[in-house]
């Protein structure tokens, strides 16, 4: 059983920065891929990016791409996203999620851990 916990959620201006963070108890994340989702009000989830178990692959939907980078400390049992160049569109609440594989984070299925969420608002 693994418990998945995000911080570092907030209120920030657009164009601002954030770095939100993943802590994991329980197995070691090591042995999951990662990723990082969203869910605005009144949308659907959506696939923010992830991460290998060793974290020398990555993945991002367009809207992210080159604004957010995903890493992880598997030392630290921990997941991270920083995100640049905020915007107002955003703004949701944001979930780490760990999978067996790489595929399944990247497409949203499949995965066996979820964490609480943690709100991202950016004002214009």
């Known amino acids: 059983q693994v418990q998945l916990v995000e911080s570092g959620g907030g209120l920030v201006q657009a164009g601002g920065s954030l770095r939100l963070s993943c802590a994991a108890s329980?197995?070691?994340?090591?042995?999951?891929?990662m990723g990082w989702f969203r869910q605005a009000p009144g949308k659907e989830r959506e696939f923010a990016a992830a991460?290998?178990?060793?974290?020398?692959?990555?993945y991002y939907p367009d809207s992210v791409k080159g604004r957010f980078t995903i890493s992880r400390d598997n030392a630290k049992n921990t997941v991270y996203l920083q995100m640049n160049s905020l915007k107002p569109e955003d703004t949701a609440v944001y979930y780490c999620?760990?999978?067996?594989?790489?595929?399944?984070?990247?497409?949203?299925?499949?995965?066996?851990?979820w964490g609480q969420g943690t709100q991202v608002t950016v004002s214009s």
């Open positions: 999620a760990a999978g067996s594989v790489m595929g399944s984070v990247v497409v949203g299925s499949s995965l066996e851990y």
């Open positions: 329980g197995r070691t994340l090591s042995s999951y891929a």
């Open positions: 991460i290998s178990r060793t974290g020398g692959i990555t």
